[in-house]
Structures are given as C-alpha cells and as structure tokens.
C-alpha cells in the first residue's frame, strides 16, 4: 500500500495501512491528524530556547525542535527518515544523503547575521528553507518544524514572525516552485510573516 508520501509497505505505519504508527495507537487519519495539530500546539507554546547566538542553529537543533514537537505522538520524533520518500513529483533527499546534505546547508545559516538588509535576509532565508524542504529529513512533521525553527531564527536576528493565513494547498504550491528553481511564491510569504520587533 502507498500512503501519502509514495512508500510501499512502509516500516513507519501500521500494516496494511497508511497511517503512521502512534504513542496514542490511533489508527484513523483524520484523527491523528487532529491529535496532532492539539499536541503540537501546546507543545510549542510550552517551549523555552535555550539558543543564545546564531551558532546554535544547527541541525541538531532542528532535531531538537522536532523532538520537542512531536515527543508525544511519534516514537521517532527527533531522529532522521530511514526510507525515501516522495510527494507528487516531488523526490526528497535520499535518505542516505540526508546527513551530508544538512551539513553543507547549516553552514550557510551564519551568513545570515552578516546581510545588511531585509531583502537579502528573505531572498537567503527562503533559499535555505526551500533546501531544507526538499530535505525532509523527518518522516512526518517537516513544514511544521521548518517553521519553527526560522521563526526562532529570525528571532534571532532581530523579527517577530507571524505567518500569513494561507492554505496547506498555497505552502505546497510555494514550495514546489521553489524545488522548481522559482523562490518567489516563498519571497513574499517571507515577506509577509516578518517583522522588526
């Protein structure tokens, strides 16, 4: 059976379904995805950082983040994907690859103190989130998680993060553009959602 994500026989959900295996052994989609949604979010409310500079935004710590996130629902919250997946016609990074592909990508991210306008920081923070996308390196829960780590990112850097009220439809899209070379549709939701504080 495939699920979502194009696995055939996946070791990650019950047998003969699609559903990903649970803490909560829930076995019905529509439910996990709303015990998921719940958990996650008082999951991110209870968050403290413990980041006091730029050079702890590493892999790691997107690690980190993800196991806080998702700890409640998923037995392998935090680690990285076994298998390869794919999503339409979207590939994502072999799973073999993920390791030294997340290398080269969190070296970049120091750059981003040394830009000198909005701008650059969106045109090279949209970059890196788009790689980091096609990455996936989690088997659930990858957009939640980018998410959560550009918003304490640019934090970081000095902007509040409030993301714009769009669909799960227009993310996707921007995201596919941008694995399709074209950064722009993930641009102006950058744009959107960040601001001095």
Sequence with gaps: MHDKYGVNNDPYCYPDSSVLINLLNITDQNILD??????TAERYESYHSKVIDISGFTFNHLKLLHK??????????GEIRTVDI???????CTSSRINAEAEKLFERIPNLVGLN?????????SDIFC????LHPFREGNGRVLRF???ELFFMLGYETIWPDISQEEWLAANIAGVNLNLEPLKTIFNRAISRY
Aim: net charge negative; hydrophobic share 45%; proline share 3%.
């Design 34 to 39: 709303e015990a998921e949604i719940e958990i």
């Design 68 to 77: 806080h996130l998702f700890q409640d629902i998923y037995p392998w919250a």
């Design 86 to 92: 794919s999503k339409g016609n979207t590939r994502f």
């Design 117 to 125: 306008s909005r701008e650059l920081l969106i045109e090279d923070a």
């Design 131 to 134: 790689e980091l996308n096609v």
């Design 149 to 151: 780590f550009f918003e």
